[in-house]
């Protein structure tokens, strides 16, 4: 049961930040659930498929989106700065595959820190960048994320495609990719990463069904930075995520 809700949650982290990016402030709010499939960039753990909800609420500068929160504190002119807070659903379990055996599970952590989301003077383009730190002490360290997006509108649909890299600190990677001098046996050796940075392209596509009703979409491909990809714990050298959700717009 833990193993299938840590799953369930990180599948969450991937998909409903995304698919809510479908919403823009002051837009009405959405309720509703889908399914998402990921991958897992650990060796023999494979694809997985579940059931999720989603959500988008905004209450004047207050916003949840997903699995996070934030306050729009500061509005001038095409630039938006909020305080937020966010979802950091990484990790594993020791018992998710044989690779994994004899490590100490990674735990699940939560960001803090600002996002800045500016509109470009040409073709509706908007930059975005967010940074949080983990607050809760797992490994010190933070992440940072920077995307460049463009919505295509038409009469029934929205299209947002995106391209960024995400970046993570070194105390990041070596606690979710890391191996420990204890934690090292014949075939895993001891290994320390640096920083990482993974670029990354994702599509969301907003159909309306109805007045009220929405199909959300998404689309992710990640390719893992050479830091990730020669832990041993790692067999992949991308992560890929789908996902399909239906919404209801009040």
């Not at 837009?27 to 509703?32: M, T």
């Not at 207050?62 to 990484?90: C, H, N, P």
């Not at 959300?216 to 890929?240: D, F, Q």
Request: aromatic share 12%; hydrophobic share 45%.
């Amino acid at each position: 049961m833990v193993k299938f809700l840590f799953f369930l949650v990180l599948a969450m982290a991937g998909f409903v930040p995304a698919a809510m990016a479908a919403t823009a402030p002051g837009d009405p709010s959405l309720a509703g659930g889908g399914a998402v499939m990921s991958t897992s960039p650990y060796a023999g753990v494979g694809t997985r498929t579940h059931a999720i909800p989603f959500f988008a609420l905004e209450y004047k500068n207050f916003y949840i989106k997903g699995l996070e929160a934030g306050y729009r504190g500061l509005k001038a002119g095409d630039l938006t700065v909020s305080v937020i807070v966010d979802g950091q659903w990484m990790g594993y379990h020791a018992g998710d595959s044989a690779a994994l055996e004899g490590m100490k599970d990674r735990g699940m952590s939560l960001g803090a820190g600002v996002k800045a989301e500016y509109a470009l003077p040409w073709h509706q383009m908007t930059f975005t960048a967010k940074a949080v730190r983990d607050v809760l002490a797992h490994y010190d360290g933070g992440n940072c994320e920077l995307s460049v997006s463009r919505p295509v509108r038409g009469r029934i649909f929205r299209f947002y495609p995106s391209v960024g890299v995400s970046y993570e600190t070194r105390q990041m990677t070596d606690y979710y990719y890391g191996v420990r001098d204890d934690e090292a046996r014949a075939g895993r050796p001891a290994y320390t990463p640096g920083s990482a940075a993974d670029p990354f392209v994702r599509g969301v596509l907003s159909v309306g069904v109805s007045r009220n009703l929405i199909v959300l979409t998404m689309l992710r491909a990640e390719s893992l930075a050479p830091e990730i990809r020669k832990s041993p714990l790692v067999n992949k050298s991308y992560a890929l995520s789908a996902a399909c959700g239906l919404c209801w717009r009040f």
